[in-house]
């Protein structure tokens, strides 16, 4: 599902089952990321499939990169490998107004 800055920032807090997903590469994420996420580069990818086969499908995962396209790739593989709630960040990192690491 695609979430709004607003949306996904706001839901993101009320959520006891999120984990944060970076899926930007190591260059990308040099430049700051969201506290607490978890970079999973899908430009890697055997080494995103493996991680992503890995992950608790009952968790909720709030996935971002740099505008959002790469990140809504990566919640159509996460369904398809039976995680149901994925929230792709519209805008990605680049509008991004929250606070980074």
């Not at 994925?86 to 980074?100: D, K, R």
Request: charged share 30%.
């Amino acid at each position: 599902m695609d979430l709004s800055q607003k949306e996904w920032s706001e839901q993101l807090a009320n959520d006891d089952k999120a984990v944060v997903l970076d899926v930007r590469t190591d260059e990308e994420v040099a430049d700051g990321m969201i506290p607490d996420a978890k970079q999973m580069d899908i430009y890697n990818g055997a080494q995103f499939m493996e991680d992503a086969k890995a992950l608790d499908s009952d968790k909720h995962y709030y996935v971002y990169c740099r505008s959002g396209g790469r990140s809504a790739q990566a919640c159509a593989i996460l369904r398809s490998l039976g995680v149901e709630k994925t929230y792709n960040l519209l805008g990605g990192f680049s509008e991004w107004e929250g606070e980074t690491t």
